[in-house]
Nanobody, 116 residues
Framework: QVQLVESGGGLVQPGGSLRLSCAASGTSIFSSYYMAWYRQAPGKQRELVANITSGGTTNYADSVKGRFTISRDNAKKTVSLQMNSLKREDTAVYYC?????????WGQGNQVTVSS
């Protein structure tokens, strides 16, 4: 099963930008994985932020459309989430998710805090 390690979170002011990265290991077929970013804010359920299929098709939650961009580099086995125009309500722990044949793998989570 693929292992996922996230990086790039932190504290940013409203309107700022952050880039999250997720590095995969333990697989030689990363390109066949469906990859996604989820987030979980305090007291709320985990929610899908964005996903990208093995073919490169992307999908976004309405709350982040036009501000966030998901991308993948199959040669480097990474998936990234570029977050622009951040809002306070984007504050959450962000998780990288990889799925293949119905099996999910998760990263450890990375805190993103949007605050002045």
């Amino acid at each position: 099963q693929v292992q996922l390690v996230e990086s790039g979170g932190g504290l940013v002011q409203p309107g700022g930008s952050l880039r999250l990265s997720c590095a995969a290991s333990g697989t030689s077929i990363f390109s066949s994985y469906y990859m996604a970013w989820y987030r979980q804010a305090p007291g709320k359920q985990r929610e899908l932020v964005a996903n990208i299929t093995s073919g490169g098709t992307t999908n976004y939650a309405d709350s982040v459309k036009g501000r966030f961009t998901i991308s993948r580099d199959n040669a480097k086995k990474t998936v990234s989430l570029q977050m622009n125009s951040l809002k306070r309500e984007d504050t959450a722990v962000y998780y990288c998710n990889g799925r293949r044949f119905g099996r999910d793998s998760w990263g450890q989570g990375n805190q993103v805090t949007v605050s002045s």
